[in-house]
């Protein structure tokens, strides 16, 4: 499974944005999908996830009420739409997917088998 991240940019404080992410060679409906960013000289860290076959959907506390994490099944895309967006919110997004991950470990980078190349997102105040 290849995946492309796309739909990301530079806005200012307070805009939208909506990422979409579009696997190839699998459908969305079979894989746990998340959505993770790295800000420079900061880990990895999770921001969103929904779990395979409609199941459950986690968010980060930073983004609780901003993001929505959501599967369009027709299109095979998951999206991350992101209001309300704050400067500390400039990262590269990426989008991950997986196989048979469990419920607990979904903010875990280390359950996702494939990884997309990213994209750049910068909110400025």
């Known amino acids: 499974v290849q995946l492309q991240a796309s739909g990301g940019g530079s806005v200012q404080a307070g805009d939208s944005l909506r990422l979409s992410c579009a696997p190839s060679?699998?459908?969305?409906?079979?894989?746990?999908m998340g959505w993770f960013r790295q800000s420079p000289g900061k880990e990895r860290e999770f921001v969103a996830a929904?779990?395979?076959?409609?199941?459950?959907?986690v968010y980060a506390n930073p983004v609780k009420g901003r993001f929505t994490i959501s599967r369009d099944n027709a299109k095979n895309t998951v999206d991350l739409q992101m209001n309300n967006l704050k400067p500390e919110d400039t990262a590269v997004y990426y989008c991950?997917?997986?196989?048979?991950?469990?419920?607990?470990?979904?903010?875990?980078?280390?359950?996702?088998?494939?990884w997309g190349q990213g994209t750049q997102v910068t909110v400025s105040s």
């Open positions: 929904t779990k395979s076959n409609g199941g459950s959907i």
């Open positions: 060679g699998g459908t969305v409906r079979s894989y746990t």
């Open positions: 991950a997917a997986g196989r048979t991950i469990i419920t607990s470990t979904m903010t875990n980078g280390e359950s996702y088998h494939y």
